[in-house]
């Protein structure tokens, strides 16, 4: 795994939602090289911890990298203050990606909450192929539905309490309906019970499917156990993996939920 450390400028800076801000840095040598689905490692300045954050945009021309999350607690709030000039202190990029499949003619990306930015990237590559479905609990936190559509997906917003989107519930409802059809591949990003349940209806269906853990992390390059998970592998034999190194991105039947 390549990746590189720097202090890197902010070129954009936006409030999208209720306590969610994106962020454009200038980065050549990390957007030339970043994948979908991988992430990187911010220090927010006076921590001793960085912050994972997934990488919501990749664009190696303009040589930049786009960032989208909530504030969450002191360490990301200090991340959110920082404006367009000032730098952010990068190791990126991290982590292993989503499968890319040149051949796929429909695929499905579910994205919960803050799972929704590296949906962008999936979006970005499969353009009218992919039909994304992305779930949130009200209006307040729905976010980037019009970048989605902007790349060529089709959106299908879902919230639990029915103030946005066109479904009321959860992100299997419309989800099963399309597996239904026929589904080449499937992504997700989001909070664990909505990656288990997912992975439930693909599996049950025999669709393919890859998920990216949400975990807390310490180094971000697999030196720690701070982000251990429980998997099994073509054997069928149990082990423990790091997330940070050995995902964020695993298919779903690895995943001993």
Known sequence: ???????????????????????????????AAAQ????????????????????????????TLRLVFAIRGKGTKELAGLNEGEYMDMIAPLGHGFTLKNDAQHVVLVGGGIGVPPMLPLAKFYGTKATAISG??????VILQEDLEALGAQTICCTEDGTAGAVKGFVTTPLEQLLSEGVDAVYACGPMPMLRAVADVCMRTGTYCEVSLEERMAC???????????????KGEEQFVHVCKNGPVFKAEEVQW
Request: aromatic letters at 8%.
């Open 136 to 141: 949130f609990r009200s209006f307040q936190q």
């Open 220 to 234: 971000g390059v697999g030196a720690c156990l701070g982000c251990a998970c429980r998997t099994r592998d073509e």
């Open 1 to 31: 795994m390549k990746y590189t450390q720097g202090c890197y400028p902010i070129v954009e800076k936006k409030l999208i939602a209720q306590d969610t801000v994106s962020i454009t840095l200038r980065c050549p040598e990390v957007a």
């Open 36 to 63: 979908p689905g991988q992430f990187v490692h911010i220090l927010p300045k006076g921590y001793g911890l960085r912050r994972p954050i997934s990488i919501a945009g990749i664009d190696p021309e303009a040589g």
